[in-house]
């Protein structure tokens, strides 16, 4: 009798369908348990290669889903039709599954023999697969029939990957392995004898060498040379040796078709590299990927004959220097090349296991503006692969196409971009996007990018103030310059000889007034779509933020990096606006007048004691207790990520009772704008508002600050928006993920004397090991390692209540329950348990004028037993269960994870540096509560069953006594009291992470409440399961509204504040956010 297995392919898996297929292969699989009672998992997240408990696979599936390649269930007692199994000896081991992958054919499929597998060696395969073949097939000892020695090879490279072993370690710990197996095992003699027998499965690299001051490669048509054929220096270090020479600088180059391909070879990635066909979002205007985003589809539109196979690949580029040895004082600037696909779901695209590094460029100099030289070979096999493309195999339908590739952008921060693109970041001009137009002037030292007037209406009174610079503002907005002005631009470019040989370098050549800002015509060109891209170059957010928050804050703290210095005030002087700013001299002394945006010497101390006083949630950021000097003045050793949280958590809420209300709404806006471009999910329509709203932001600060307060960075913030509705969610777009990965590129320098060989050696190293890694069963991998914050399986249950289940993190401690605290948890639990609703309407109806709470659970409890005793199907085990009650006595936690997020009760988070016990669980009418986490208590019930409840102190935030605040996106609460004292328990899945920072402008008693939307919390509705991207972001981009009213600015009115700006076009229908007498809406 055929097996029905339809139920597999059901993507609502609470479906009744679902339900009893999945009921029905439970009994099968109870059938094929081992010796120690496991049987595979076949889950999309254990793919077969681990084998659980039969009730932890039940819930596996009911969680995460079947693996949809899994079709003939060979591991639960199916014959495959093509071949029967007769036993489980080394034929059958995983390591096959990965080789058959890496040559691209299944050769247990005779259907597919004769496609395109190479001739030589046996069974027609080539000679280096053969004796992989003959190491899958060769026992690691004899009689060891359960482990081959390739398999043993491929788990111990792998734990030592994964567990950072060196090389000394392992070499020890094999020569102990080879004494203690068996005579004549297979076991390696060396960790180099192993990683000869890998490399096979490994990619590989090409050397390819250069002339020592960047010129040109030896390659291709200068392969042969001895000399540069730019410079004429020679291409050895010493080039009269007799020996092996020894070339002056080698570029390895990481060919990325052969990775491209495996992309689709491979069972386990294939089926994931034609997500963006189906998972763009259907909502207009929403933004969950860069699919979504307008330039995406302006090339598809552009080119329909690529956009029509799915399984083309788009890539984006990132590129920054790094220095292998730390933070030394030696000076070396190495360049890796890396590109990642756009294909996959947004969860696995900015994976490390995703990225693929291309080119190593050598130090010990950045390449600059010779970027392109070191790019060639990468830029030659994109256009062969976006002209006749590569014969490629796909593992999901075991067919061959034709794959071609396209590169979308690149991802740099802005000194990267002007060396990839040729536009450079400095002088009047630096802003790529306004080019020619960019509002910049001459200050004292330096460059000012002011003038942000110029976006505003023709209209706007602001136009006619001096108060900005002494001057009325005429200029029209920046020109939009097309693509064929681009190209017109580049074509007064001369051609000039590449490399820094001393003899045509050194001196500063003046610049022709044609070339504008650009320095050369960039590589990129040469690819036949380029120049139609809408994106080619994003701005990273990463560095952008982190530069305006250093800027932003130094001047606040006046520290080191104060942009607000002597000069700036000379600067003021000469433009003949803030005379209460200008210089004084005093006694033969220079004086300079504290200005109203910079801090006090109290208010410098307060803020940073409030900064030293933030405790976040654990993984959400650093310890700000370490970034404060020790006499509380100023703020150090900020990381990018540090700056992050600081300018869209801390800064805004920070500076509100430490400055005057028109200088904190502007600041206040800025970062909320952060805040919101950072969302996961964007919408189109919040990015137009929240570009014209910038506008008005920067018109702001230039009335406050000087002007050479505004840097390029500054000024670059105006173009996010918009780079964020062509591209999509920036979080896919930035640095972050790259500067991690680049950390991982440097912990493989083992030979500080050759950093990029040890590179290079590392990365095909664990790129071999990763692939092998997702065919390896009985052992952790990357790809099945446990979060630190892994939930715990919950499995289906009729009554939602016993869901409430958790991963305790602490002992358990036994608690005897006293009689009204237990009945006061028994009615919590009835109460919060939807599916007796019916019996709680029999309940009424029976027995009208009775006490719900006081009756109704003595009257389940007996309707119940009557049930039981007339055997009524009716009554469940877990209805019965339920109608029982609890035990007297209860187990007690201090911590938990619920939901993969971590709690702690508060009196263990008081002696912590993090805080866990923040709660929220919202009300009716879109009211929230807060309170504190005071106690994990887990209830048992008869028949195994459990619930777990959160015993909470709830603040009083009344709506009727003004006890919670919300103003400017900012929820503020009084903690001085609390309620609910009878009624203080939560189920635990309801429970929702926030945390508290001390509130500034309001007394000691008031906290600012800040959610936490962790990294495995997706806006996706049908994924549960997914992995880590890089920081915390919010959902949405609408949560936050880019309007503050904590005071206006001098001579303007709130009538000049809501006129509309121009951006060269304009948008209208603003949203007004309706707001209380106090500007804000009070509970």
Same mark, same amino acid.
């Given at each position: ?422 536009? !450079?970041?400095? %002088? ?8 020619? =137009? *960019?509002?910049?002037? #001459? /200050?004292?030292? $330096? ?103 250093? !800027?932003?804050? %130094? ?8 942009? =607000? *210095?002597?000069?700036? #005030? /000379?600067?003021? $002087? ?125 018109? $702001? ?383």
């Amino acid at each position: 009798m055929a097996i029905d297995k339809s139920w597999t392919t059901l993507r609502r898996r609470n479906s009744d369908e679902f339900w009893n297929g999945l009921q029905e292969f439970m009994e099968i699989a109870k059938e094929h348990v081992n010796s120690s009672g496991f049987v595979r998992c076949p889950c999309t997240r254990c793919l077969n290669m681990l084998s659980q408990k039969p009730d932890v696979v039940e819930a596996h599936i009911h969680a995460y889903g079947w693996q949809a390649s899994y079709t003939t269930w060979v591991y639960h007692g199916e014959v495959d039709p093509l071949h029967v199994i007769e036993d489980e000896g080394p034929t059958t081991d995983e390591m096959i599954g990965a080789i058959n992958d890496v040559i691209g054919e299944n050769i247990n499929n005779e259907e597919h023999v004769d496609e395109g597998i190479p001739d030589g060696g046996a069974n027609g395969i080539d000679q280096e697969y053969a004796e992989l073949f003959q190491e899958v097939e060769t026992e690691l000892y004899p009689s060891c029939t359960w482990l081959s020695s390739l398999n043993f090879l491929a788990k111990m490279l792998h734990m030592k990957v994964m567990n950072k072993w060196t090389d000394s370690s392992f070499d020890q710990l094999l020569e102990f392995l080879k004494f203690a197996l068996p005579k004549d095992n297979k076991v390696p003699a060396s960790y180099y004898d192993a990683k000869k027998k890998m490399r096979k499965i490994g990619l590989g690299y090409q050397p390819i060498h250069v002339c020592k001051n960047d010129c040109c490669l030896f390659w291709k048509e200068n392969e042969s040379m001895q000399t540069c054929p730019v410079c004429g220096d020679s291409r050895w270090v010493d080039k009269n040796t007799k020996g092996k020479k020894v070339p002056q600088k080698v570029l390895r180059y990481f060919p990325l078709t052969p990775r491209l391909k495996r992309l689709y070879s491979s069972r386990h990635t294939a089926k994931d590299m034609t997500w963006h066909t189906n998972g763009r979002s259907t909502e207009d205007g929403i933004m969950r990927h860069p699919v979504d985003g307008s330039a995406w589809k302006d090339f598809d539109t552009r080119y329909p004959e690529f956009a029509n196979e799915p399984r083309n690949v788009r890539l984006g580029l990132a590129a920054d220097g790094f220095n292998p040895f730390g933070n030394m004082s030696q000076s070396y600037s190495m360049w890796p090349v890396i590109l990642t696909t756009y294909n996959t779901p947004p969860w696995l695209c900015m994976k490390e296991s995703s990225f693929m590094l291309t080119l190593l460029i050598p130090g010990p100099k950045s390449p600059g503006k010779d970027m392109d030289v070191f790019l060639r070979p990468l830029v030659d096999e994109l256009k062969m692969l976006w002209g006749e493309g590569v014969q490629t195999r796909d593992a999901v339908t075991n067919s061959i196409f034709t794959m071609r590739a396209a590169l979308l952008w690149t991802i740099n921060d802005f000194p990267a971009r002007s060396s990839l693109s040729g536009w !450079s970041g400095q %002088g009047y001009k630096a802003c790529p996007t306004c080019n020619e =137009d *960019t509002p910049s002037c #001459r /200050v004292v030292g $330096k460059t000012a990018y002011v003038g942000h007037r110029r976006f505003l209406s023709s209209t706007h009174r602001w136009r006619k103030s001096k108060l900005f610079d002494g001057n009325l503002e005429k200029r029209h907005p920046p020109r939009r310059f097309s693509r064929v002005a681009i190209l017109e631009q580049l074509a007064h470019i001369p051609i000039r000889l590449p490399g820094k040989h001393p003899s045509f370098g050194g001196m500063k050549r003046k610049r022709d007034p044609n070339e504008l800002n650009w320095t050369k015509r960039s590589i990129f060109f040469e690819l036949e779509y380029w120049s139609f891209l809408e994106l080619k170059h994003n701005l990273d957010v990463m560095h952008v933020e982190k530069n305006v928050c250093d !800027s932003l804050l %130094g001047t606040l703290l006046m520290n080191d990096k104060s942009k =607000d *210095t002597s000069n700036a #005030r /000379v600067d003021l $002087k000469d433009l003949g606006i803030r005379k209460e700013l200008w210089l004084q001299e005093k006694d033969n002394k220079i004086i300079k007048p504290h200005a109203k945006y910079s801090f006090t010497t109290d208010d410098r101390r307060r803020f940073c004691q409030f900064i030293k006083g933030v405790k976040l949630p654990d993984g959400f950021g650093s310890n700000f207790r370490k970034k404060v000097t020790d006499n509380d003045t100023n703020i150090v050793g900020l990381k990018s990520h540090d700056c992050h949280i600081l300018m869209q958590r801390l800064l805004p809420v920070g500076v509100r009772g430490c400055l005057d209300d028109d200088i904190v709404a502007p600041i206040f806006e800025l970062c909320t704008f952060f805040k919101q471009i950072c969302a996961r999910t964007l919408v189109v329509d919040d990015m137009k508002k929240a570009q014209d709203q910038l506008i008005m932001i920067l018109c $702001k600060l230039e009335l406050i600050f000087p002007p050479a307060f505004f840097d390029i960075m500054i000024h670059l913030v105006l173009h996010l928006p918009e780079e964020a509705i062509l591209g999509g969610p920036v979080y896919m777009r930035w640095m972050y993920p790259f500067e991690r990965y680049m950390k991982k590129l440097k912990n493989y320098v083992r030979n500080k004397a050759k950093p990029e060989g040890s590179i290079a050696e590392g990365y095909v190293a664990d790129e071999a090991l990763t692939f092998c890694s997702m065919y390896l069963q009985g052992i952790q991998t990357r790809f099945n390692r446990p979060d630190r914050n892994e939930d715990v399986v919950v499995h289906k249950r009729q009554l939602s209540v016993f869901e409430s289940q958790c991963r305790p993190t602490s002992a358990s401690k036994i608690i005897f329950l006293k009689t009204p605290d237990r009945k006061a948890m028994e009615w919590f639990v009835l109460y919060n348990c939807p599916e007796i609703q019916v019996y709680m309407d029999q309940f009424h109806s029976e027995m009208q004028g009775s006490n719900l709470q006081n009756e109704f659970p003595s009257w389940f409890n007996k309707k119940m037993c009557n049930l039981r005793q007339a055997a009524s199907p009716e009554c469940t085990d877990e209805l019965f269960s339920l109608a029982h009650g609890t035990n007297f006595n209860a187990h007690s936690y201090t911590g938990c994870i619920v939901n993969g997020v971590r709690f702690v009760v508060r009196s263990r988070d008081m002696q912590r540096t993090t805080q866990n016990s923040g709660v929220a669980v919202p009300g009716v009418d879109g009211f929230t509560f807060y309170g504190q986490l005071e106690e994990i208590l887990e209830l048992r019930y008869l028949n195994g069953y459990s619930v777990v409840l959160f015993r909470c102190k709830w603040f009083n935030t009344d709506p009727r006594k003004g006890r919670c605040v919300i103003k400017n996106n900012v929820t503020s609460i009084n903690i001085s009291s609390e309620w609910y004292k009878d009624d203080p328990y939560i189920l635990a899945t309801q429970a929702k992470q926030v945390f508290y920072i001390e509130d500034l402008s309001r007394n000691r008693n008031w906290r600012v409440v800040e959610d936490v939307n962790h990294r495995k919390i997706w806006d996706h509705p049908s994924i549960k399961d997914v992995n880590e991207i890089d920081v915390i972001h919010d959902n949405s981009s609408s949560n936050f509204v880019l309007n503050s009213d904590l005071g206006e600015l001098p001579n303007t009115s709130c009538e000049d504040l809501q006129k509309d700006v121009k951006w060269g076009f304009c948008w209208k229908n603003k949203k007004r956010v309706k707001m209380s007498k106090g500007g804000g809406i009070v509970y």
